[in-house]
């Protein structure tokens, strides 16, 4: 099956710095989803990108299917920003598979 | 905003014991799943389910599980015999296609299940 490999598994940052969280997946997919995990373990959809660039606030996120990563930016992070990023993403089946999460936490 | 709930928030039993956990997924929405997440680790796949039937299981989900779709609006996971590795975070989702076309799956906030 697909393997999905996040990278750094853990950030810690000073409020207002940027980061950049990476994700690898072994094969094609036809979903990628990036996915904030609060601290009360809710987790939130953040972006639906198989492919390109979208940009939501502070945050933005780029998957270049061709070479099978995807980059989560965070800018200007906030506090709130703490908690677990995942990536998760789909081959050829219903399934999300998600990575072993990036875990954020922002210092003020 | 349409959002998935999920009842109840916390739910604790004792080992052996049959528990339902249950979902109400997005409106419009024609695929529903379940994934489960153990304390520290990753979110896994349990099952999806669509046109009333199991379109896929994890190895997860053996016979001590099941679901059910009972009316139009709710979706249910009931473990028969709950064990102490059940214990987990559970997490339904909906979506309104399948992959191969727009298929963002949104996930609901969770049952966090303790086996006793």
């Known amino acids: 099956g697909i393997q999905v490999e996040q990278s750094p598994p853990d950030l810690i940052l000073q409020e207002g710095a940027n980061s950049t969280l990476r994700c690898n997946f072994s094969d094609s997919v036809n979903n990628l989803q990036w996915f904030h995990q609060n601290p009360w373990g809710q987790l939130i959809n953040l972006f639906y990108?198989?492919?390109g660039t979208k940009q939501n606030g502070r945050l933005s996120a780029t998957t270049v299917a061709t070479e099978r990563y995807s980059l989560l930016y965070i800018s200007s992070s906030q506090t709130t920003d703490s908690g677990v990023y995942f990536c998760?993403?789909?081959?050829?089946?219903?399934?999300?598979?998600f990575g072993t999460g990036t875990r954020l936490q922002v210092f003020p | 905003e349409p959002e998935v709930t999920q009842t109840p928030s916390h739910q604790v039993t004792q080992m052996g014991q049959e528990v339902i956990l249950r979902c109400v997924p997005i409106s419009n929405h024609l695929y529903f799943y379940w994934y489960r997440q153990i304390l520290g680790q990753k979110v896994e796949f349990l099952v999806s389910?669509?046109?009333?039937?199991?379109?896929?299981k994890s190895e997860i989900f053996d016979d001590q599980f099941s679901v059910e779709r009972p009316d139009g609006s709710n979706f249910t996971l009931k473990i028969r015999s709950t064990k102490l590795e059940d214990s987990a975070m559970y997490f339904c989702a909906s979506s309104i296609t399948t992959s191969g076309s727009y298929n963002e799956q949104f996930f609901g906030p969770g049952t966090r299940l303790t086996v006793l």
């Open positions: 998760a993403v789909d081959g050829a089946t219903d399934k999300l598979i």
């Open positions: 990108i198989p492919s």
């Open positions: 389910f669509y046109n009333n039937e199991i379109s896929e």
